[in-house]
């Protein structure tokens, strides 16, 4: 009855330490938001830089798992390119040993400070009080470590069980022990702050220890692989990167433990710590290998996988610089709309093909691209609010409010496009089958539509015409008289009962005459972009 009592207040300990663990990652990550997506997402091409950003967050959130499960949306949502994806991984898996270290050297003994002082937060006034639950559950993920350390310490007079844990196993089955049971909790940090308590207690051996931490880092990829089921190939890509990687890395390392492995048990040192240490070295020296070969890593999963048909050239981010002025930033907003504006066009065309095609590829593709302008939506935001310290005149007021309407008339499209989207969700959601007369309704709007953005895109790029007031277009018009078209046949098609794909279509007019109203108003704002190099060249030839 006591042993089961024993165990029974052991899983609950556990079962707290993984709950502490998950809440603390989701209040950082709350705290964060935006920010903290665009942080990562602000890896640069420079491998090193992706490995101490994925270290850095890793140690703040403490979940690796967490870390490369974000790191897989922000590729899934075209923010993050793949590549740069890969050194975040690599960095996660030394943001982990934190955990370990605070374990080793029982700093976890302040755990209840944290409780305390995250919980008065809660309930204070100040801004501060937003820290109060992620300061709460840190401490409570070291508080519930303590538990699991004094409810098992009667464990160190179980002769049999010390014997057994003590005494040099099977390194492979200890390894697939670590797996299995991190795979299990979704946390490596739990398997690994379980075996250095039960090394400082004297109930693990450290020789048992060690592989069973190197099984973790292998299970903690379930998570990923787990959020990327129904992703596609470009986050498919990341998971199994991440799980490439901690199995490359434990192979790098297994060899060494089957020959010296008997040789962990003459340590002096404090066995916690050297545990600790060990789980340290390990970790770096795996993340500093694949670094120095990220490239060649890289192009063996892109061999495995493909390039991937949905990636995209993404639209630089704009940040402001110490040198910019108020018409430094104007230049920049001017060249990014245009780059935004066909990036738009881009999409309506994908959103189209994917209802004429039927292909889940281009489906995925259209999908991909959406969920990328809404990440830019907030980073223009960020950026506008950014430039307005640089305002000095009035007619500099003027031409910020002028952009800024320019890139709200954008978003708006984007909005009308995703709309458009959100009827071949229904579709798709509903196993509708549309007849070939629909496609050729829908591919018929479709051209008209492409036609209106080419010719707002040739506007934009014409520095010689600013009239003073833009009549309809020819093109504009045709579009019109298109949508009215298909409105008719299809009020026509939905008075038989049989055609449920005519209804369903029926938003999908709607849809494309307000996307057409607001390309109409976005051409009107006569707000001029300098057109590239070449453009000027041939415009001076001309005149």
Do not use: W
């Not at 009855?1 to 998950?22: K, N, P, R, S, Y």
């Not at 640069?44 to 974000?70: C, E, H, K, R």
């Not at 919980?119 to 009080?129: D, G, P, W």
């Amino acid at each position: 009855m006591e042993i089961l009592q024993l165990v029974m207040t052991g899983i609950t300990a556990i079962i707290l330490f993984v709950f502490g663990l998950d809440n603390f990652s989701r209040e950082i990550e709350q705290i964060s938001g935006d920010r903290f997506r665009k942080f990562l997402g602000s890896a640069t091409n420079i491998p090193i830089f992706g490995v101490l950003i994925g270290a850095l967050v890793t140690m703040i959130i403490q979940s690796s798992s967490a870390t490369s499960v974000i790191s897989i949306g922000l590729v899934n949502a075209g923010v993050l390119s793949f590549k740069n994806s890969v050194g975040i991984i690599f960095g996660s898996n030394i943001g982990t040993t934190i955990t370990a270290q605070l374990v080793a050297f029982k700093l976890t003994n302040f755990a209840p400070i944290f409780i305390i002082i995250g919980f008065i937060l809660t309930f204070t006034n100040s801004r501060a009080s937003i820290f109060g639950k992620a300061v709460f559950y840190f401490g409570f993920v070291f508080f519930s470590l303590n538990l699991i350390s004094s409810t098992l310490e009667p464990l160190q007079n179980n002769e049999a069980l010390v014997s057994m844990l003590t005494e040099a196993q099977n390194p492979l089955y200890a390894l697939l022990v670590g797996c299995l049971f991190t795979a299990l909790v979704q946390s490596s940090s739990v398997t690994t702050g379980l075996a250095i308590i039960f090394t400082q207690q004297g109930v693990l051996g450290l020789e048992n220890a060690v592989p069973l931490i190197l099984g973790a880092n292998i299970g903690t990829t379930a998570t990923a692989f787990l959020a990327v089921i129904s992703l596609d190939v470009s986050a498919k890509k990341v998971a199994f990167s991440h799980f490439l990687f901690n199995v490359g890395g434990v192979l790098l390392f297994f060899p060494v433990l089957l020959i010296f492995g008997y040789k962990l048990a003459e340590f002096d040192q404090n066995p916690a710590i050297a545990l600790a240490n060990i789980h340290l070295i390990f970790n770096v020296t795996a993340s500093l290998i694949f670094t120095i070969f990220i490239t060649p890593f890289t192009r063996f999963v892109d061999h495995l996988f493909g390039e991937g048909k949905m990636d995209f050239e993404r639209i630089e981010l704009l940040t402001l610089t110490s040198d910019d002025n108020f018409d430094s930033v104007k230049q920049k907003l001017d060249a990014s709309s245009e780059h935004l504006f066909r990036f738009l066009q881009e999409n309506y065309n994908q959103v189209t093909l994917s209802i004429e095609t039927n292909y889940s590829g281009v489906f995925n593709s259209a999908e991909k691209r959406i969920e990328y302008v809404n990440y830019l939506k907030n980073q223009y935001m960020h950026y506008f609010s950014s430039a307005v310290i640089l305002i000095n005149q009035k007619n500099e007021s003027k031409a910020l409010i002028k952009l800024i309407n320019q890139f709200d008339y954008l978003f708006q499209i984007h909005d009308s496009i995703n709309d458009l989207f959100k009827v071949k969700r229904v579709i798709n959601e509903k196993y509708i089958e549309l007849k070939s007369d629909l496609l050729l309704l829908i591919r018929g709007l479709s051209i008209k539509t492409l036609d209106v953005f080419d010719e707002i895109a040739s506007e934009m790029l014409d520095a010689k015409l600013q009239p003073e007031k833009r009549l309809l277009s020819s093109k504009e018009k045709e579009l019109q008289h298109e949508i009215n078209d298909v409105s008719r046949s299809l009020l026509l098609l939905m008075a038989d009962t049989s055609r449920e794909d005519a209804g369903a279509l029926i938003n999908f007019v709607t849809y494309s005459q307000r996307l057409k109203d607001k390309l109409n108003n976005f051409a009107n704002l006569h707000v001029k972009i300098d057109p590239p190099e070449d453009v000027k060249n041939e415009l001076d030839l001309k005149t």
